[in-house]
């Protein structure tokens, strides 16, 4: 009896069991069907031969189609690729750095290379009192000119500036880093100190940067001679001059609109070699500018290092005239190689005179670009000291034969200064705050206190001795000296 309902009881579970079979086999109809979906839709979409397969493999036996993929080349590309037309007319950018005492020499040499197209910032480095600071801030703010047309700016961080030391030039790098971050058109970026000043019209400076190639002057000349053709006028000579004239204006400027260069450097720069490279390289510097308030001078440790391999040194003047791509190649640069150096050189004897030469000379991309001159006429003692002369009335004749565009350095309120604003730049600097261009059309008291059309040039007395410079500078001969 006991045996019997033992049996029952096992009969009744066995049966009762069966239970879970038909959620089995409906989970795995359902798991069949969409199996059967998703290899039917794999296996049946249609296909262009022309289009690649979602499923296609990177190509990357090939290297210069699978190097695409790489971030790098996107950047690169960006880089390269400007925002701004190259076919408008140069635009400059300037910084005009000064320390205690120069709010006065900085204004004027502002005033004497001001020009509405070009962009300007101010930096009075850290030594100079905040009142100094603030008065160079309010005379800039208060300038009409300034307030129309939005170009000059005054850095409010002030850095403190230690001479040959890595802060002069982390100032530079700063300064560029406001001009790209504000999106402001420019092409060329130029550093001048208080105690630097120009030899030419900025009319005359925008004018030939451009490498305008006077090979052309034939082709100008016949194109006046077809338009006097077909006008069916016979002109004497002095109405044909005058003809010609406006028509070279408006010749040059459509000539400059299709043949603009802007990829050249100007950064003075050689090799270090020899004994350079054991009293510059080798030894440690600090800069205390990197960590202290006050201004004192580079610190020495005993401590040497080895001469780099990765990389090769070079030198040079710390004035320069750098494109705005290579800048921003710096700054923004896709390669570790600009920051490697900006590393290396925080701890380099005179860092200013080398940062941008050994970036450049050690880029494949750039190095072609560098012409060793820093367009600034720049005198020495022989042997040379650690500070060039200062420029006097004496000096005159040398920086106008030098046929640079800027010379340095002046003392303060030295008389020659004068005779270059009379002389060189047509500056009255008690009636006429600026040079003088064909952007002034105000009256005969001040001239540029009215501005018109800042795409006109009229070319200074300085702009032959330029152009002639720039033809040395762009040979042959001269530019196999690059980056040597």
Not at 135 to 156: G, I, T, W, Y
Not at 442 to 464: I, K
């Amino acid at each position: 009896m006991s045996m019997r309902k033992s049996i029952n009881s096992h009969h009744g579970r066995v049966f009762g069991d069966r239970k879970w079979k038909i959620p089995f086999f409906a989970s795995m109809l359902v798991s069949f069907c969409l199996f059967l979906s998703a290899y039917s839709g794999l296996f049946t979409t249609s296909y262009d031969g022309d289009d690649q397969s979602t499923f296609d493999l990177i190509p990357v036996t090939k290297s210069e189609e699978s190097i695409e993929y790489f971030v790098e080349s996107e950047s690169k590309k960006l880089l390269k690729t400007s925002e701004f037309s190259d076919s408008e007319l140069p635009r400059l950018a300037y910084l005009i750095s000064g320390t205690k005492g120069d709010r006065h020499r900085m204004m004027r040499t502002l005033q004497a290379v001001y020009h509405p197209r070009n962009q300007y910032i101010l930096h009075l480095d850290l030594e100079a009192p905040p009142r100094e600071r603030l008065e160079l801030a309010s005379v800039v703010k208060n300038d009409p000119m300034f307030q129309e047309v939005e170009n000059v700016r005054v850095m409010a961080q002030s850095n403190l500036v230690t001479y040959k030391g890595p802060t002069m030039f982390a100032c530079t790098l700063q300064a560029i880093a406001i001009l790209l971050k504000e999106r402001l058109k420019w092409d060329w970026f130029i550093n001048l100190s208080a105690s630097d000043y120009p030899l030419v019209t900025q009319d005359a400076v925008a004018f030939y940067v451009v490498g305008l190639d006077c090979g052309k002057c034939s082709y100008l000349l016949d194109s006046i001679l077809e338009a006097i053709v077909i006008m069916g006028e016979v002109l004497c000579v002095s109405e044909f001059i005058t003809f010609a004239s406006s028509f070279l204006s408006s010749a040059d400027l459509l000539y400059v609109f299709t043949n603009l260069s802007r990829n050249l450097n100007f950064i003075e720069h050689t090799q270090i070699t020899g004994w350079k490279l054991n009293q510059r390289a080798k030894p440690i510097i600090i800069d205390p500018g990197l960590y202290l308030s006050k201004k004192s001078d580079l610190a020495l440790t005993t401590q040497r290092r080895s001469l780099p391999t990765s990389f090769k040194l070079f030198t040079g003047s710390a004035w320069v005239m750098l494109t705005r791509p290579f800048v921003e190649y710096c700054i923004r640069g896709w390669e570790n190689l600009p920051r490697t150096i900006l590393m290396y050189y925080t701890n380099f004897i005179s860092s200013p005179e080398g940062y941008f030469h050994t970036v450049i000379c050690n880029n494949e991309e750039f190095r072609t670009t560098a012409i060793s001159h820093d367009l600034h006429y720049i005198a020495w003692d022989s042997p040379p000291k650690q500070h060039p002369i200062s420029l006097t009335m004496k000096d005159y004749d040398k920086m106008v034969k030098s046929k640079a565009p800027f010379a340095r350095k002046f003392k303060k309120e030295d008389s020659v200064l004068d005779k270059i604003d009379q002389e060189l730049l047509h500056r009255n600097a008690n009636t006429s705050r600026f040079s003088p261009g064909a952007w002034c059309i105000g009256g005969e008291a001040d001239p540029c206190s009215v501005r018109g059309n800042d795409s006109e040039f009229r070319p200074g007395p300085g702009a032959e001795r330029l152009r002639e410079l720039l033809q040395t500078l762009l040979s042959e001969d001269f530019r196999k000296k690059q980056c040597l």
